[in-house]
């Protein structure tokens, strides 16, 4: 479980979109932006550990835009994106991964398409 929500009142188990709680009534606190912001206080350590680790990677697809770099991180963000998207279970999160899987995937096709048609034409001429 990504999301560890319980009733500020009572405690007892809450789902992420649930507005009141079931055993008590007590009204929660709204969620915001649950499709780009991921709200840390209710996240489990675990799965603040996978957010910290899906950042990075969404760092190091933006530093593989520039000419060169991209065909080594491309790659090697795909590969990392793969591990963790197993244990993405909140479909913020997964959505969040893929967007970064995009992201690099696009760079390391870019790159790696361009950097052949360079050699290509080289050998070609
Ligand atoms: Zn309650």
């Not at 915001?32 to 206080?41: A, G, M, N, Q, S």
């Not at 950042?55 to 990392?80: E, F, M, R, T």
Request: glycine share 6%; charged share 20%.
């Amino acid at each position: 479980m990504l999301y560890d929500m319980k009733c500020v009142h009572c405690q007892s188990a809450l789902e992420p979109e649930q507005m009141r709680c079931a055993s008590c009534g007590t009204k929660q606190k709204a969620r915001r932006k649950r499709h780009t912001e991921f709200d840390t206080e209710t996240l489990t350590p675990e799965a603040q550990v996978l957010l910290e680790r899906a950042n990075q990677q969404y760092h190091w697809a933006i530093w593989g835009l520039i000419p060169g770099v991209g065909l080594i991180l491309g790659p090697w963000v795909c590969w990392n994106l793969l591990h963790l998207r197993g244990k993405a279970e909140a479909e913020s999160f997964a959505s969040f991964l893929l967007t970064t899987f995009r992201i690099a995937l696009m760079i390391a096709l870019f790159q790696w398409s361009g950097l052949l048609l360079i050699l290509l034409s080289c050998w070609m001429t």
